[in-house]
């Protein structure tokens, strides 16, 4: 058993500042469980936010070493324990107050994304016909847990705070699972486009990093709805139809 630094994050709204403790770390310890130790021996009143210590409830997100990972499935035998360990709060939303921050933006933003609409059945017992493939598809954005990682790491969010004007790489996730469903009927590409803001990412992957789901974020949702807006709306072929046509096809 070893001792290490943590340097923590204390503080609220108003300000703060990294506090160094010392916890006792052994094999197979993570970061949370250092912060536990730190709440118990040192820091009573030190927020974190916590539920299931097994990466599947998205609750204790934070900036280790400056990158946003989950605290419960961040191994500290992968951090350089010689120098302090810095556990900080995400920095795209507001700090309530420690570790702990407002993240009430991101369902507000899921509320006025158009809900599943599906289609009219392809048989009179109610049922549709799709392929597999199609279903396939969607199954792998169904697990997003909502840590909101991918929401930190986005410049977009992070460091212009843009949060009117863009929705984030989670609610692409969420479109793009309701966009490719294979009997959904709804046409949320306007909205993809003007209301989400898709053009503001530059496809840097960063959001694709650091899912702890390992989903393939840009590839599979941003990239093919930047695509369906480009083919909504920016289609040149489609364009001088409705050029020739007089109206909007």
């Given amino acids: 058993m070893a001792t290490t630094v943590f340097r923590v994050w204390r503080g609220d709204a108003d300000g703060g500042r990294f506090v160094d403790y010392e916890a006792d770390v052994s094999e197979g ?9 730190i709440q118990a021996d040192h820091a009573n009143d030190l927020a974190a936010r916590w539920n299931c210590k097994a990466g599947k409830c998205g609750s204790c997100s934070a900036e280790i070493n400056g990158k946003p990972r989950l605290m419960c499935m961040t ?7 010689d120098e302090p360990v810095t556990v900080e709060p995400m920095k795209a939303f507001p700090i309530i107050r420690d570790l702990v921050t407002d993240v009430s933006w991101n369902f507000r933003v899921k509320k006025q ?3 599943f609409k599906p289609r009219k059945p392809d048989f009179e017992d109610g049922t549709w016909k799709m392929g597999q493939e199609d279903v396939d598809r969607v199954q792998e954005f169904r697990k997003c847990i909502e840590c909101f990682l991918c929401q930190d790491v986005c410049h977009v969010l992070r460091e212009h705070d ?31 486009r003007q209301a989400m803001g898709v053009g503001l990412c530059n496809i840097t992957k960063c959001c694709t990093k650091v899912c702890p789901e390992e989903i393939h974020i840009t590839d599979n949702a941003i990239i093919p709805l930047k695509e369906r807006v480009v083919d909504e709306f920016y289609d040149p072929l489609k364009k001088l139809v409705e050029r020739i046509l007089g109206r909007r096809t």
């Avoid at 310890?29 to 130790?37: E, G, N, P, R, T």
Wanted: zero cysteines; charged letters at 30%; hydrophobic letters at 45%.
């Fill in 29 to 37: 310890m993570v970061v949370l469980d250092a912060i536990h130790h």
């Fill in 75 to 81: 191994r500290l035998s992968e951090l350089p324990l």
């Fill in 113 to 115: 994304i158009k809900k």
């Fill in 162 to 192: 843009m949060h009117e004007e863009f929705s984030g790489p989670r609610y692409f996730v969420y479109t793009a699972a309701l966009e490719m469903h294979p009997i959904d009927a709804e046409d949320r590409i306007a909205e993809v």
